[in-house]
């Protein structure tokens, strides 16, 4: 068990860095919390917001991120 253990420490200290990170973000308002927008149709609360993102990371400490944020 030791022996698997030192393996996946040392293996993971040599695996490189991932250029690509995706995940999902999640997030309420902290002011405004019952504030709506009005429509034609209906009133629409916005109370929360989430969705995908994604990042890629460039040379140089450099990185670009898209969120397709609701």
């Known amino acids: 068990?030791?022996?698997?253990l030192v393996f996946l420490l040392a293996a993971s200290a040599l695996a490189p860095a991932q250029n690509l990170s995706v995940g999902l973000r999640a997030g309420a308002p902290v002011l405004d919390a019952f504030d709506t927008v009005e429509t034609r149709f209906k009133s629409i609360p916005h109370r929360y917001t989430f969705g995908p993102t994604f990042e890629v990371r460039?040379?140089?400490?450099?990185?670009i991120t898209f969120d397709i944020l609701y």
């Open 1 to 4: 068990m030791i022996r698997i």
């Open 58 to 63: 460039l040379p140089a400490n450099l990185g």
